[in-house]
């Protein structure tokens, strides 16, 4: 039916419309909007993925700045950083306001800066080393003190910059509204540091919670709460690999009652906008799905 379409423009002359119908088509093979799980941007390997999660943040930054002077961005750790890598390349390195970022953790591990565990150290080393950011405006956890006090501390720095508004507030909570939190998932269905049946999934009070008994080593951990996720005006997911396919069939499709409570599938912004980094092999397993070579 595409190629059709195509080769009707292209007898009538019309170099325009063809062109608008080719770029259509492109789009759609690439990204697709799923019915109450925001949209879906699945990408043929690594290289393109990464891409277009520079080209996308960069553009919110853009906006952000634009209309707030500022762009609060909430980022997490694993692979996600490696992703981020091609905003430390042109044209990125240069056209992005990188003294207008302010960055924080949505969630990070309790241990020294220097610790090959430390969520900072990930970034710094392959991202916020290697761009101009204002070192003032890196918002890392005290990691001298136990995660209980790490988490207050954390939740109490916030606060100060949602009453200056460095971090804007949501329109319907005391939330602050971060104008981007990127998120990893893990093979369980994991966000942040929020896990499968863990209590602190119901945890709507506080801003910035902790963990003492992570799945996952190591075992004391800070993290956003599902309310201050959810108040982001963008969430972006970004997930990579066959071994999490399952979980991200369990976080989108439609998969029944049994499997609401994934931490992944809690991740539903309420007035922001929802967005999904696949690959291919990520993707693997949604119902429906089909990749145009």
């Known amino acids: ?98 003294a207008k970022w302010y960055i924080f953790w949505a969630d990070e591990r309790v241990v020294g800066k220097t610790h090959a565990d430390s969520n900072y150290k990930l970034a710094k080393d392959g991202l916020l080393s290697k761009v101009p950011v204002v070192p003032s405006h890196v918002n890392s956890i005290n990691d001298s003190v136990s995660a209980e006090e790490a988490a207050d501390d954390y939740e109490f720095h916030i606060r100060q910059l949602v ?54 080593p190591p075992p004391e951990r800070i993290t956003f709460t599902l309310p201050v996720i959810n108040s982001a005006s963008n969430v972006a997911v970004v997930v990579t690999g066959e071994s999490k396919a399952e979980a991200v069939h369990l976080a989108i499709d439609d998969v029944g009652p049994d499997y609401l409570s994934l931490p992944a599938r809690l991740v539903q912004p309420t007035k922001g906008k929802l967005v999904w980094f696949l690959d291919k092999p990520a993707a693997s397993k949604l119902d429906g799905f089909q990749f145009s070579e």
């Open 1 to 98: 039916m595409r190629v059709c379409v195509a080769l009707v423009y292209w007898c009538n002359g019309a170099w325009y419309n063809f062109l608008m119908v080719f770029l259509i088509w492109v789009w759609m093979a690439h990204s697709r909007v799923h019915k109450d799980r925001g949209e879906l941007r699945i990408h043929e390997n690594l290289d393109e993925l990464g891409t277009d999660l520079a080209e996308y943040i960069a553009e919110l930054s853009e906006a952000s700045v634009k209309e707030r002077g500022v762009f609060a961005i909430a980022i997490s750790g694993g692979s996600l950083i490696g992703l981020m890598g091609k905003l430390c390349e042109a044209p990125y390195h240069k056209t992005v306001d990188w």
């Open 163 to 216: 009453k200056t508004r460095t971090i804007n507030v949501s329109d319907n909570s005391d939330c602050p509204k971060f104008d981007l939190i990127l998120l990893g998932m893990g093979p369980d269905g994991h966000v942040a540091s929020l896990f499968p049946n863990h209590p602190m999934l119901d945890e709507k009070s506080e801003w910035v919670t902790f963990i003492t008994d992570s799945p996952k």
